[in-house]
T-cell receptor, first 114, second 111 residues
Framework: EPEVTQTPSHQVTQMGQEVILRCVPI?????FYWYRQILGQKVEFLVS????????KSEIFDDQFSVERPDGSNFTLKIRSTKLEDSAMYFC????????????FGNGTRLTVT | EDQVTQSPEALRLQEGESSSLNCSYT??????LFWYRQDPGKGPEFLFT???AGEEKEKERLKATLTKKESFLHITAPKPEDSATYLC????????????FGGGTRVLVKP
């Protein structure tokens, strides 16, 4: 069964450094998402991406965050200057249809900012 | 104000002891309610989508139901491998194309 893959599984970085989290969505999917889960808290939406542009973003997704689909298979999340509070699990998700269709999640990247 | 609330937060069951998990929601214009299973250190794994009140879905020992205010996930005769966190999420009209998650129920099934 096709799956969403994310790399790396764990990233440790120092405060103020830039990180890029990478995702390969399911190949025929058109809608891509990033969510995050701070330890012990709910899964929360960051951004959605369709047709090579951001379709929606949360208030968490400020100017420090950006997303890109550099080629036909990868989908990346960049954090320009990491803060301690960015430490979380970051999940990429994709779906083949738009609204109200199930999202398929990757296994996440655990980001630790020291 | 929480829009999706799951209860209980944690549930300890003996193998074979059936139980139900609750997901209550206060959103209007529900477009879909989703159940996911999450194992430690992993991403949410899709289980079910429910679209309208009265709808039911089943998969092995799991059965999900939906009313206008809440959804239940029934676990019948659970096995230790059913131990996981079960997440509920909703998609609703005013939320654009994002899911809003509840806090999850951690289920531990002891042999």
């Amino acid at each position: 069964e096709p799956e969403v893959t994310q790399t790396p599984s764990h990233q440790v970085t120092q405060m103020g450094q830039e990180v890029i989290l990478r995702c390969v969505p399911i190949s025929n999917h058109l809608y891509f998402y990033w969510y995050r889960q701070i330890l012990g808290q709910k899964v929360e939406f960051l951004v959605s991406f369709y047709n090579n542009e951001i379709s929606e973003k949360s208030e968490i997704f400020d100017d420090q965050f950006s997303v890109e689909r550099p080629d036909g298979s990868n989908f990346t999340l960049k954090i320009r200057s990491t803060k301690l509070e960015d430490s979380a699990m970051y999940f990429c998700a994709s779906t083949d249809e738009g609204r109200a269709s199930p999202l398929h999640f990757g296994n996440g990247t655990r980001l630790t900012v020291t | 104000e929480d829009q999706v609330t799951q209860s209980p937060e944690a549930l300890r069951l003996q193998e074979g002891e059936s139980s139900s998990l609750n997901c209550s929601y206060t959103v209007s214009g529900l477009r879909g309610l989703f159940w996911y299973r999450q194992d430690p250190g992993k991403g949410p794994e899709f289980l079910f989508t429910l679209y309208s009140a009265g709808e039911e879905k089943e998969k092995e020992r799991l059965k999900a139901t939906l009313t206008k205010k809440e959804s239940f996930l029934h676990i019948t005769a659970p096995k230790p491998e059913d131990s996981a966190t079960y997440l509920c999420a909703v998609h609703y009209k005013a939320a654009g194309n994002k899911l809003t998650f509840g806090g999850g129920t951690r289920v531990l099934v002891k042999p």
